[in-house]
Structures are given as structure tokens and as C-alpha cells.
């Protein structure tokens, strides 16, 4: 990413075993096969010390760069660096404020970002109130007329596909079709 061209930050948002982590991971993958330099920040809610984070392999494996995790005002991270050298730990350390792409996950309160919001079941519906939403995938039908996007959570591959053009029309300038609302 060159140096002033902003960063694109894509927040999704759902309750505990709605996908999210999963979803990070496809989108993680798609875009690294690009090229494009993805970080991830991961809100750890669950309570607790927070120990090495399996999610953060899971990211790793997918070609993230960085991955954070916070939880109860500690925060965890992790950096993919095939080197320990002064000169590649300093670029490192740059590296962590030059990512292409920072997918977060979770942070539900949080309402000032692009967020893919998931719905799990009727009573997360509530989510559909928030400010930023760019897409939601649900587990359930909808029945009210959305804004957005709406995407079955089983159309795994229409979606993710959806959201890479999202994020690469930000990150190199590419156009993305919207005329895609009935999935």
C-alpha cells in the first residue's frame, strides 16, 4: 500500500458461533491470493487471560500479516516474519500501520466502520439497526426490505466474492457491481 492511500477496514459483527471467524478466514484467503496485505483485530468477549489464540493460526494459515486480539484490556500480537533481523523487525514494525486491508471482528458496540453484520437467528435482528452496514448474511430469512445486500449463509462462495470486490474496489480502485441485492 503506498504511503498516504488509505487503509480499508471491514468490521463483522454477529454473536459467539454465527461465522464470523470463519468468514475473516475466506475473506483473509481471497485477498492474500491478490496480493493485498490483510490484518486482523479480533475482540476477545468471552472472559479470561487470553492464551495463544487459535484464531490467530487460523488467520496466519489463511495469509494475514498481522493478527491482534484484545480482551479484558490485554492485547495479544501476532506477526508472520520469516526473519528476526533488527532491519525486518523495524519494516515489521511498519508493516503493522501499512496493511492494505484490517478485518475486525467483533466489537458489536463499535458502529464506525464498513461491517458485514450475521445473523444467527431472530433475536440478533437488532443488529440490522446499526449505522455502517455493508452486507448481512443470515442463517434465518428476512422478512423486511433491507438497504443492503442480503446474502443466504450457505452462498458461501457469492458472498465472499462480493466482499473481495468491495474491499478491492478501496484498496486498488477497482469498480464493484452492486446490482447484486438477491442472493
Known amino acids: 500500500?503506498?504511503?498516504?492511500?488509505?487503509?480499508?477496514?471491514?468490521?463483522?459483527?454477529?454473536?459467539?458461533?454465527?461465522?464470523?471467524?470463519?468468514?475473516?478466514?475466506?475473506?483473509?484467503?481471497?485477498?492474500?491470493?491478490?496480493n493485498v496485505t490483510v490484518g486482523v483485530v479480533k475482540h476477545h468477549?468471552?472472559?479470561g487471560e487470553l492464551v495463544k489464540s487459535a484464531d490467530s493460526a487460523r488467520f496466519?494459515?489463511?495469509?494475514?500479516?498481522?493478527?491482534l486480539v484484545e480482551g479484558e484490556g490485554h492485547v495479544q500480537i501476532d506477526v508472520h516474519s520469516s526473519t528476526s533481523s533488527l532491519d525486518a523487525l523495524i519494516q515489521l514494525q511498519q508493516q503493522l500501520q501499512s496493511t492494505s486491508c484490517v478485518l475486525v471482528e467483533g466489537w458489536k458496540r463499535e458502529d464506525r466502520y464498513a461491517s458485514i453484520v450475521i445473523i444467527r437467528d431472530e433475536a440478533d435482528f437488532h443488529l440490522l439497526k446499526r449505522n455502517h452496514i455493508m452486507i448481512v448474511i443470515t442463517h434465518v430469512p428476512i422478512d423486511r426490505e433491507l438497504d443492503v445486500p442480503v446474502f443466504d449463509y450457505e452462498n458461501v462462495h457469492t458472498y465472499v466474492s462480493y466482499i473481495v470486490r468491495y474491499i478491492m474496489k478501496g484498496v486498488i480502485g477497482r469498480d464493484v457491481s452492486t446490482d447484486e441485492r438477491t442472493h
Open 45 to 47: 468477549g468471552h472472559g
Open 60 to 67: 496466519f494459515r489463511a495469509g494475514a500479516s498481522v493478527s
Open 1 to 34: 500500500m503506498a504511503v498516504g492511500q488509505p487503509c480499508r477496514i471491514i468490521q463483522v459483527v454477529g454473536y459467539k458461533n454465527a461465522g464470523k471467524t470463519t468468514l475473516i478466514e475466506q475473506i483473509t484467503r481471497e485477498l492474500s491470493s491478490k
